[in-house]
């Protein structure tokens, strides 16, 4: 079935520090893929997406490109700030039966950013 | 506008015990999801509906039920709870099925089965 790898944390960087978060996954369709984060205590909330290979979704100063090629949809941001400090999931969707999208996770990747 | 709402924010069981928990949207979202999230595994589906009055299973269904009389609610149930129901659990909120759709998410509930 359809999967999500995304890299192994804890990361810590120092502000305005460069930023990568490696994904991965395995789908047998065209899947949609996302980046949702999730701040202390509260639910995860979208923060960039992409519908087709070679798209580009960006938020926030975060980017991600869809990757058919190498299955991949890397996060990137130029100069972190503490603000971003979070939780970050990477996601594809797919439809399960009776035509719901289905969104299969990786397991996050805790990121904090030290003043 | 509140978006996606949930009802306890924390709660303690004994195994064997029952609950419900509530989740609401006031955005008139057709799809609603159930998630469960341990640790190191990231978010794994329980059961989601496409519509008032439907439910389907999930990745992750036994040992819950659900229940969608109404449109904005979505209510999960756990009949008999076993410490491997500890976890926190997300309700989730869709406008529609498609795969670039957004869902908009609760601020969970963290249940504890002892």
């Known amino acids: 079935g359809d999967s999500v790898t995304q890299m192994e944390g804890p990361v810590t960087l120092s502000e305005e520090a460069f930023l990568t978060i490696n994904c991965t996954y395995t789908a047998t369709g065209y899947p949609s893929l996302f980046w949702y984060v999730q701040y202390p205590g509260e639910g995860l909330q979208l923060l960039l997406k992409?519908?087709?290979?070679?798209d580009k979704g960006s938020n926030k100063g975060f980017e991600a490109t869809y990757r058919k090629e190498t299955t991949s949809f890397h996060l990137e941001k130029g100069s972190v700030q503490v603000s971003d400090s979070a939780v970050y999931f990477c996601?594809?969707?797919?439809?399960?039966?009776?035509?719901?999208?289905?969104?299969?996770f990786g397991q996050g990747t805790r990121l904090t950013i030290n003043p | 506008n509140a978006g996606v709402t949930q009802t306890p924010k924390f709660r303690v069981l004994k195994t064997g015990q029952s609950m419900t928990l509530l989740c609401a949207q006031d955005m008139n979202h057709e799809y609603m999801y159930w998630y469960r999230q341990d640790p190191g595994m990231g978010l794994r589906l329980i059961h989601y509906s496409v519509g008032e009055g439907t439910t389907a299973k999930g990745e992750v269904p036994d040992g819950y039920n659900v229940s969608r009389l109404k449109k904005q609610n979505f209510l999960l149930g756990l009949e008999s709870a076993a410490p491997s129901q500890t976890s926190v659990y997300f309700c989730?909120?869709?406008?529609?099925?498609?795969?670039?759709?957004?869902?908009?998410f609760g601020p969970g509930t963290r249940l504890t089965v002892l």
């Open positions: 992409a519908t087709k290979a070679d």
């Open positions: 996601a594809l969707s797919d439809r399960a039966n009776q035509g719901a999208q289905k969104l299969v």
């Open positions: 989730a909120s869709s406008y529609s099925g498609l795969a670039g759709d957004e869902q908009f």
